[in-house]
């Protein structure tokens, strides 16, 4: 498998890698907008939405706000259901998720 492109651009070093080894696996990206961060991520098609979300926050924001004070978006559309599977979100290899607090913020 090769990465995409779109994967190595503006994302921290190193990969969060989900699922167990020997299943394929496609290479996303998580984008906190907030924070202008992002993470590559590495995972099985199979894997929920929930849990690509709760491995980058961990990543993007150890010890901040709990997952379900983000939503998760792909192309602009927020993934309602975050059981869903990767695949079944519409992702594909080389797509990015789009995190952003569920709620507007008051600027300080």
């Known amino acids: 498998m090769t990465t995409p492109f779109v994967a190595q651009l503006r994302s921290r070093p190193g990969v969060i890698r989900l699922g167990s080894d020997g299943q394929p696996r496609i290479t996303i990206r998580v984008q906190l907008a907030e924070a202008w961060d992002t993470v590559r991520v590495e995972t099985p098609p199979t894997e929920p939405v929930r849990a690509v979300k709760a491995e980058a926050l961990a990543a ?49």
């Open 60 to 108: 993007l924001r150890p010890n901040q706000e709990p997952p379900d004070e983000f939503v998760v978006k792909l192309n602009g559309f927020e993934v309602l259901d975050e059981n869903v599977s990767v695949a079944d979100s519409g992702a594909t290899n080389g797509s990015t998720f789009l995190l952003s607090f569920r709620r507007r913020r008051p600027v300080r």
